[in-house]
């Protein structure tokens, strides 16, 4: 689904989804299809599953957004690599 579609679909509920085709452009995660996994009176209730599923498998690319915003930022921040480090 696109963003518009979701809105459509869900109207003035948080949603948790899963982002199924995305990319990423000067610093902003662009999220161009996506899959609903729920959708929320609040905050907190989508906050609960998204950790359950989260810690089940982190490799999933899993968002919480309100319907009521037009249009979702993702912002990207970049970690520096520290490495490994061994105790001597």
Not at 15 to 40: H, Q, Y
Not at 68 to 79: G, L, M, P, R, Y
Request: some cysteine.
């Amino acid at each position: 689904m696109k963003w518009s579609e979701v809105r459509e679909h869900f109207p003035e509920r948080c949603v948790l989804v899963e982002a199924l085709k995305s990319e990423t452009r000067r610093k902003e995660r662009i999220i161009e299809e996506m899959s609903v996994i729920d959708d929320f009176e609040n905050g907190n209730a989508a906050w609960k599953v998204y950790k359950k599923l989260h810690a089940e498998n982190q490799s999933r690319e899993l968002y919480i957004f309100h319907t009521n915003n037009e249009d979702i930022k993702v912002t990207v921040t970049e970690q520096p690599y520290i490495g490994v480090r061994r105790r001597g």
